[in-house]
């Protein structure tokens, strides 16, 4: 996540809550904790820049939180489920519609006076639940630690399972998961930490004649 830090001030119009979500589809949805329009979008097709319309969906700001180290961020999010017909409402059309999972957004809190935000937080969305008014998203930043790092634990011993595809084995005889004994040596999902030491000395080749290379006038 990005994290903007807030500039506190006594007067002018109340901040506006401004999310912009971008799904994996490509469809591209603008909220806000009130209607407004005419506001700068923080996400756009093809990055032009564009002024948007945001509806009314957002219930209140989101409550985000922030670690200074390698744990993930995390965010919470509430948009309303009201707004439709008794059959089908907006957000389980929207979400029928596309893939929220993994979709991505930038929220922003909003100076409209002074068109700049105050805050600004970018990441990924995952639907916690919908209940029957309101729809709970949930927040993560876009690099997070836990999806990120690799599934395997390096050590001396190959992490492969044998005789499956990657590891790519034909034979009768398990292997002990080491590159000595290894039947695919190329495809040996290890580190090799053994290496040769107490070198005998060695002298370097010098040239002990000297040339002069100076030329007679």
Not at 19 to 27: A, P, S
Not at 107 to 135: C, D, I, M, Q, Y
Not at 149 to 172: F, H, M, S
């Amino acid at each position: 996540m990005i994290l903007y830090p807030i500039q506190g001030t006594r007067t002018g119009v109340a901040p506006v809550c401004l999310l912009d979500i971008q799904t994996v589809d490509g469809n591209i949805y603008y909220v806000a904790d009130r209607s407004i329009s005419n506001i700068p979008a923080a996400i756009t097709v093809d990055n032009e820049p564009a002024l948007v319309e945001y509806l009314p969906w957002l219930m209140s700001a989101p409550t985000f939180r922030f670690y200074r180290s390698t744990q993930t961020d995390t965010g919470s999010i509430l948009l309303q489920n009201l707004s439709g017909n008794s059959v089908s409402r907006d957000f389980e059309r929207l979400a029928r519609r596309s893939a929220l999972e993994g979709a991505m957004f930038v929220f922003r809190w909003w100076n409209a006076g002074g068109e700049f935000a105050w805050r600004e937080v970018h990441g990924t969305l995952t639907v916690a639940g919908v209940p029957k008014t309101s729809a709970q998203l949930n927040a993560s930043q876009l690099i997070a630690g836990s999806d990120d790092t690799p599934a395997e634990i390096y050590g001396e011993n190959c992490q492969l399972v044998w005789g499956e595809k990657r590891c790519g084995a034909t034979g009768d005889t398990e292997c002990l998961y080491s590159y000595h004994t290894c039947q695919v040596p190329e495809h040996f999902m290890g580190v090799l930490n053994t290496y040769e030491k107490n070198f005998e000395e060695t002298i370097a080749p010098v040239i002990t004649q000297t040339v002069n290379r100076r030329r007679g006038l």
